[in-house]
T-cell receptor, first 112, second 118 residues
Framework: DAKTTQPTSMDCAEGRAANLPCNHSTISGNEYVYWYRQIHSQGPQYIIHGLKNNETNEMASLIITEDRKSSTLILPHATLRDTAVYYCIVSRSGGATNKLIFGTGTLLAVQP | GAVVSQHPSWVICKSGTSVKIECRSLDFQATTMFWYRQFPKQSLMLMATSNEGSKATYEQGVEKDKFLINHASLTLSTLTVTSAHPEDSSFYIC??????????????FGEGSWLTVV
């Protein structure tokens, strides 16, 4: 599975959009981009995933560049409860074991 | 999203004893479940992949005889830490893949289980 690169930490003001970048320059054609977040002492929470097209759900939007070498997770109106470590993971979907390998993620601190 | 539940949420055991952690998919069938371990201030480390009805696949460096994994049904996988020692104290997290083999799908995580070995 391709590796990802994320900033170690980011700050965001409450109520503003939080844009979390992720580089995955070695992503292959059958690998999806997944985003999870982990609030302290809890299991990771699924946010969103995509292959080529931009995706949006009730939690966030995922913007994937045309060459698929990078992506951005957007939380449109960050709240204090969005403070967490955000993980960007690329993984093959399908097959018997599309396991998720976690990197170090981005610690997003939402400031009041 | 789909729900994955772990039990117990936390457990304290004596050194040398064994402890079992359960992982259940509550509203879907999971042919594949995964077990992770997380030490304080570190990321999640994948320990093994559990496939229903077959032997688990362990990641490099994980002792299969120490961390016994059983996936006897489509909704339950168990992790047994045998002869636990203080260095096994950690946050253990399971996840389950929603959907059948070969299809695009999402992996959901349990709440995690804190193990303290004294």
């Amino acid at each position: 599975d391709a590796k990802t690169t994320q900033p170690t930490s980011m700050d965001c003001a409450e109520g503003r959009a939080a844009n979390l970048p992720c580089n995955h320059s070695t992503i292959s054609g059958n690998e999806y981009v997944y985003w999870y977040r982990q609030i302290h002492s809890q299991g990771p929470q699924y946010i969103i995933h995509g292959l080529k097209n931009n995706e949006t759900n009730e939690m966030a939007s995922l913007i994937i560049t045309e060459d698929r070498k990078s992506s951005t997770l957007i939380l449109p109106h960050a709240t204090l409860r969005d403070t967490a470590v955000y993980y960007c993971i690329v993984s093959r979907s399908g097959g018997a074991t599309n396991k998720l390998i976690f990197g170090t993620g981005t610690l997003l601190a939402v400031q009041p | 999203g789909a729900v994955v539940s772990q039990h117990p949420s936390w457990v304290i055991c004596k050194s040398g004893t064994s402890v079992k952690i359960e992982c259940r998919s509550l509203d879907f069938q999971a042919t594949t479940m995964f077990w992770y371990r997380q030490f304080p201030k570190q990321s999640l480390m994948l320990m093994a992949t559990s496939n229903e009805g077959s032997k688990a696949t362990y990641e490099q460096g994980v002792e299969k005889d120490k961390f016994l994994i059983n996936h006897a049904s489509l909704t339950l996988s168990t992790l047994t830490v045998t002869s636990a020692h203080p260095e096994d104290s950690s946050f253990y997290i399971c996840s389950a893949r929603e959907g059948s083999r070969g299809s695009g799908n999402t992996i959901y995580f349990g709440e995690g289980s804190w193990l303290t070995v004294v």
